[in-house]
């Protein structure tokens, strides 16, 4: 069974910093591109930052230069460092993990965790 769970959500003020992080499992973790995307209220979900299999990184414009993606493939996990938040990063923020190979396609999600940014 495979299984991604985000954590490290919250409330912080603008500025201000927050680590996601996101474990798997079920999964053969160092194969998949991992990536964290975003959806505010109102608004379709969006990639913020992909890091893939050999750890090239892209990131949204909206958050270059903020925001950094990391991965552990011992531990399985895939981070988000999020500095200098403006409220407009507000958002339920997902982990996901793909894999292509052939013509098959692997594509999980998590749950979310929502950040808020807020005075």
């Known amino acids: 069974q495979v299984q991604l769970v985000e954590s490290g959500g919250g409330l912080v003020q603008p500025g201000g910093s927050l680590r996601l992080s996101c474990a798997a499992s079920g999964i053969t973790f160092s194969f998949y591109h991992m990536g964290w995307y975003r959806q505010a209220p109102g608004k379709q979900r969006e990639l913020v930052a992909l890091?893939?299999?050999?750890?090239?990184?892209n990131y949204a414009e909206s958050v270059k230069g903020r925001f950094t993606i990391s991965r552990d493939n011992a531990k399985n996990t895939v981070y988000l460092q999020m500095n200098s938040l403006k409220p407009e990063d507000t958002a339920v923020y997902y982990c996901?993990?793909?894999?292509?190979?052939?013509?098959?396609?692997?594509?999980?999600w998590g749950q979310g965790t929502q950040v808020a940014v807020s005075s």
């Open positions: 996901n993990g793909r894999r292509s190979y052939g013509t098959s396609l692997s594509d999980y």
């Open positions: 890091i893939e299999s050999g750890c090239s990184r």
